[in-house]
């Protein structure tokens, strides 16, 4: 296999367990109380989120370019609107309603910050036709969006290794998994917008 056919793999893999993840919340609710006072808010970033996740991944596509680039277009339109609103609740979520405290406000304040204004700038350069600009920060987006299906991968098992843990310990360990998931997805996304910007766009 190539680095990109193993890329694709991976991000196939973590974008249907992130989409997974999605209906089993809708399913049980989650475990942060302060969902409850905000459903409408907590909803809409769980369904917005899911969607993001299903649609995303065929933007990177060059076939799916060649082949019908008004696709590519209108679509990216469309999640470039589905991201803001997400990304919005996301951030509302993790300051107003953190599960993990001020940890977690400054985790997802920063990088729920740095998802919107990847998007901004994919966007504008989108418009102003500076294409492997606009590739590059779709690409920012979309690793941080994608990193809450690491996360849980990361999680889940943290938590069954800890065996019974306390509500300090499962608020620790989800805080930890976000920021080791933010910063690996960060980092490699900048690995691999520099490994490949010589690439056709």
């Known amino acids: 296999m190539t680095g990109q056919t193993v890329l694709s793999v991976v991000v196939g893999f973590l974008a249907v367990a992130g ?3 999605s209906v089993f919340f809708l399913i049980s609710g989650g475990a942060n109380e302060g969902f409850l006072l905000y459903p409408v808010t907590t909803h809409l970033h769980v369904l917005l989120g899911a969607l993001y996740l299903a649609l995303a991944p065929f933007q990177f596509s060059a076939r799916v370019r060649k082949k019908s680039l008004d696709y590519h277009r209108w679509s990216g339109r469309l999640l470039s609107a589905i991201g803001l609103a997400l990304g919005a609740a996301a951030v509302f979520i993790g300051i ?13 304040g920063f990088f729920g ?6 998007i901004v700038k994919g966007f504008n350069y989108a418009r102003a036709k500076q294409i492997t600009l606009h590739r590059e920060w779709m690409l920012r987006a979309f690793a941080i969006g ?22 300090s310990e ?3 360990l989800s805080i930890i998994s976000f920021t080791i998931a933010f910063f690996l997805h960060c980092g490699f996304a900048e690995y691999w917008i520099r490994a490949t910007r010589l690439a056709p766009a």
């Open 170 to 172: 499962i608020e620790a």
């Open 113 to 118: 910050l740095l998802f919107l204004l990847s």
């Open 96 to 108: 107003v309603i953190p599960f993990s405290g001020f940890p977690e406000q400054i985790i997802i």
């Open 19 to 21: 989409i997974g993840a």
């Open 146 to 167: 994608l990193s809450i299906a690491t996360m849980r991968l990361i999680f889940i098992p943290a938590l069954i290794i800890v065996g019974d843990p306390t509500r």
